[in-house]
T-cell receptor
Framework: NAGVMQNPRHLVRRRGQEARLRCSPMKGHSHVYWYRQLPEEGLKFMVY????????ESGMPKERFSAEFPKEGPSILRIQQVVRGDSAAYFC?????????????FGSGTRLTVV | AQSVSQHNHHVILSEAASLELGCNYSYGGTVNLFWYVQYPGQHLQLLLKYFSGDPLVKGIKGFEAEFIKSKFSFNLRKPSVQWSDTAEYFCAVNSAGGYNKLIFGAGTRLAVHP
C-alpha cells in the first residue's frame, strides 16, 4: 500500500527553465494539497485540488505557477521560468475526504534548486 | 485570518530532559489542531491531533499535547527525550468543519545531545 509518491526527489533547474513536480496520491485518496517549504520557514499552503478541479489556489503565486490533477495520472505542479527564489522543498499531501479531520498523508517532497 | 505561532525556533536538550514546545494559534472559530514531526531528510509525519473531547492528547513515541482553549494554545510535551527525537516539529491548525487546508507554524528545530 504505497504512500504518497512524489518525483523527482531532487530537481535542479537553471533560471528561466520549467520545473514539473509530480504527485501520486495514496490509493483511494482523491484530494491533493501542495505546500511549499522555504529554508528556515514552515510549510505554506499553495493549492488544493480534487480530480479535474482546483478547489482553492489562494496560496499560489499569481504568475508562473499552475497545478492540475487530471482524471488519470498524477497531480502536477508546474513552475514556468523558474527564478532563484523558487528554490524550496515542495510537499504534496493527500486525503480521502475534504473535511477537516486532518487525514493527511505527506509525500517525501521534491527539493527544487534553481541555479 | 488563521495563523500559528511557534515561539521556539531552536531548542537544544540533553537526553532524558523534559520537552515542551509552545504553539499558539489565532482563529475565531472551532479548530482542529495537529503536531507533525519531520526527521532530517524525510517527509512530515503526524505525531498527534486534537478534534474534540479530552484536551490532553497522547500521540506516538511518548509525545502528548494539551489544548487550552482559553489560551489558544496546544503545547507539545515529552517527559524524557531521546537522541532519536532530533527533528523539526510543526504545529498546524485547520477549521473544524471546514476542509482540510492546514495552516502551519514556522517549526521548531530540536537537537538532542547524548
Amino acid at each position: 500500500n504505497a504512500g504518497v509518491m512524489q518525483n523527482p526527489r531532487h530537481l535542479v533547474r537553471r533560471r528561466g527553465q520549467e520545473a514539473r513536480l509530480r504527485c501520486s496520491p495514496m490509493k483511494g485518496h482523491s484530494h491533493v494539497y501542495w505546500y511549499r517549504q522555504l529554508p528556515e520557514e514552515g510549510l505554506k499552503f499553495m493549492v488544493y485540488l480534487q480530480k479535474e478541479n482546483i478547489i482553492d489556489e489562494s496560496g499560489m503565486p499569481k504568475e508562473r505557477f499552475s497545478a492540475e490533477f487530471p482524471k488519470e495520472g498524477p497531480s502536477i505542479l508546474r513552475i514556468q521560468q523558474v527564478v532563484r527564489g523558487d528554490s524550496a522543498a515542495y510537499f504534496c499531501a493527500s486525503s480521502p475526504g475534504d473535511r477537516g479531520t486532518g487525514g493527511y498523508t505527506f509525500g517525501s517532497g521534491t527539493r527544487l534548486t534553481v541555479v | 485570518a488563521q495563523s500559528v505561532s511557534q515561539h521556539n525556533h531552536h531548542v537544544i536538550l540533553s537526553e532524558a530532559a523534559s520537552l515542551e514546545l509552545g504553539c499558539n494559534y489565532s482563529y475565531g472559530g472551532t479548530v482542529n489542531l495537529f503536531w507533525y514531526v519531520q526527521y532530517p531528510g524525510q517527509h512530515l509525519q503526524l505525531l498527534l491531533k486534537y478534534f474534540s473531547g479530552d484536551p490532553l492528547v497522547k500521540g506516538i513515541k511518548g509525545f502528548e499535547a494539551e489544548f487550552i482553549k482559553s489560551k489558544f494554545s496546544f503545547n507539545l510535551r515529552k517527559p524524557s527525550v531521546q537522541w532519536s527525537d532530533t527533528a523539526e516539529y510543526f504545529c498546524a491548525v485547520n477549521s473544524a468543519g471546514g476542509y482540510n487546508k492546514l495552516i502551519f507554524g514556522a517549526g521548531t528545530r530540536l537537537a538532542v545531545h547524548p
